[in-house]
Nanobody, 125 residues
Framework: HVQLVESGGGLAQPGGSLRLSCRASGFTFKDYHIGWFRQTPGKEREEVAR????????WYDDSVKGRFTASRDNTANTAYLQMSKLRPADTAIYYC???????????????????WGQGTQVTVS
């Protein structure tokens, strides 16, 4: 069955870095775009980064552009989100998600992604 397993969250100081990983199984990984979302209490889950299936394209929300980098290793069925210059406002639960068909230069809605990881907490303090 389809599974996305995240790791790499934790505590970082402002200005620091963390790298999240998202290991996939149960589907043809290279055929799926991977989106990275984050959610804080009382707010909707929002997409902040996305990388295309074959890693030829990426998109970033303005809030993370220049600080976060999405990448993937299709041979390892794993996607990454490198987060640098972290700010307290980046504190959230981060999720990776997979979908096949949608690509825009604007954030996608959570319902457009059928497959989700369990989430990992990132705290910047």
């Amino acid at each position: 069955h389809v599974q996305l397993v995240e790791s790499g969250g934790g505590l970082a100081q402002p200005g620091g870095s963390l790298r999240l990983s998202c290991r996939a199984s149960g589907f043809t990984f290279k055929d799926y775009h991977i989106g990275w979302f984050r959610q804080t209490p009382g707010k909707e889950r929002e997409e902040v980064a996305r990388i295309s299936g074959r890693a030829g394209s990426s998109w970033y929300d303005d809030s993370v552009k220049g600080r976060f980098t999405a990448s993937r290793d299709n041979t390892a069925n794993t996607a990454y989100l490198q987060m640098s210059k972290l700010r307290p406002a980046d504190t959230a639960i981060y999720y990776c998600a997979a979908q096949e068909n949608r690509w825009t230069e604007s954030p996608l809605w959570p319902h457009e992604y059928p497959h989700w990881g369990q989430g990992t907490q990132v705290t910047v303090s």
